[in-house]
């Protein structure tokens, strides 16, 4: 692949995830998911994938992916109550793996997710320190964190067509994307 037509293809990937996590946000805050907290997690698959329980043995199973929807970018939010692990001993930038990197605050909620093409700011650390996302430390203090995570938490999942991102469906559940059968939507083909 040349470097022109990789450029090409991650600026559109660029593009298209922008436009649906300004969907996503839009759509959203007319749920009443929306009026239930004040910091949501967006979460971009730009590939939906159905799992599937591949049996092993008799006493053991295990979740792989199944059916491949190359046409579908599942994008999922929800309430999001940890706070991420800030190394103060090392520079932020390289901390875009562990911490989100991009957020949006809108009438005194933010909006954050992960993107491996924008490094992690001064900025985005001090909107997560303005609503108590933050704990800080140093290495050794990471074996100390404890992430939770709430089953019966109700997320807002959105199915887009990659060929135009206008056509979507949102589906309300506590089972996560790819766990559970995706809404019928029908994509015409690019």
């Not at 053991?60 to 109550?81: D, H, L």
């Not at 050794?140 to 887009?160: G, K, R, V």
């Not at 949102?170 to 029908?186: D, F, L, Q």
Request: net charge positive; with cysteine.
């Amino acid at each position: 692949m040349s470097n022109i037509v990789a450029y090409n293809i991650k600026k559109l990937q660029i593009e298209s995830h922008d436009q649906v996590t300004q969907t996503v946000i839009q759509d959203f805050s007319r749920t009443i998911l929306y009026k239930k907290d004040s910091v949501f997690l967006i979460s971009i698959d730009d590939t939906l994938h159905r799992m599937t329980l591949k049996k092993i043995n008799e006493y053991k199973a295990e979740w792989v992916r199944g059916n491949i929807y190359p046409e579908i970018i599942a994008v999922s939010i929800s309430a999001y109550q940890n706070k991420f692990f800030l190394d103060t001993t090392i520079d932020v930038s390289v901390q875009t793996r562990f911490i989100p990197s991009r957020c949006i605050e809108r009438n005194g909620k933010i909006f954050i997710w992960y993107d491996k093409y924008y490094t992690l700011t001064n900025n985005a650390i001090k909107i997560l320190d303005k609503y108590h996302r933050l704990r800080r430390g140093g290495p050794n203090d990471a074996e100390d964190y404890h992430f939770i995570i709430d089953d019966s938490l109700q997320a807002a999942d959105y199915y887009f067509c990659r060929s135009n991102l206008y056509v979507y469906k949102r589906a309300i559940t506590n089972k996560a994307i790819g766990y559970y059968e995706p809404p019928n939507i029908t994509c015409e083909p690019k």
